[in-house]
């Protein structure tokens, strides 16, 4: 695939989880689990000033930094350098997409919004199902034999 695709993907993603983000915002009441799949998922609307399970809660200027930091990284990753790999691509490309989401939302709001409940995990949110999608991805692939350049 061109690279154009990758880029394609990463702002799909974005625009997939914000909307939910936005979705779920207009229409719940926060901490008010509503159920969804009867004892299995909620959606619950949460606010999330820290990193990755509310890590860093409190040194929300370090978390920007830092996810800042990545998604450039990542960012830059996907366009400039030669992945032959085409999953590996995709799975920074679905990565990159995740982490723009939520620093989108530390940049614009000073928390993530999250409200996908299944009550035996932190509540979370669509970019980090892309991020754990697109880290399995390459997973998957490196340990299949995948040549990383």
Do not use: E
């Not at 207009?26 to 619950?44: E, K, M, N």
């Not at 998957?140 to 350049?149: H, I």
Request: aromatic content about 10%; proline content about 3%.
């Amino acid at each position: 695939m061109a690279r154009m695709t990758y880029l394609f993907w990463l702002l799909g993603v974005l625009a997939v989880d914000q909307l939910s983000k936005l979705l779920a915002a207009s229409q719940l009441a926060f901490h008010r689990p509503v159920p969804a799949i009867d004892h299995v998922l909620f959606f619950t609307l949460t606010k999330n000033p820290g990193g990755a399970f509310g890590i860093l809660r409190g040194h929300g200027l370090l978390v920007v930094i830092v996810t800042a930091a990545i998604s450039l990284g990542l960012l830059g990753a996907l366009l400039f350098t030669r992945l032959r790999d085409g999953s590996l691509r995709l799975g920074l490309a679905i990565i990159a997409g995740g982490a723009l989401g939520n620093l989108l939302d530390r940049l614009r709001l000073g928390y993530v919004i999250d409200f996908l409940d299944f009550r035996v995990w932190p509540v979370f949110n669509l970019a980090d199902v892309a991020i754990f999608v697109g880290v399995g991805l390459i997973l998957f692939r490196l340990l299949r034999g995948a040549a990383p350049c």
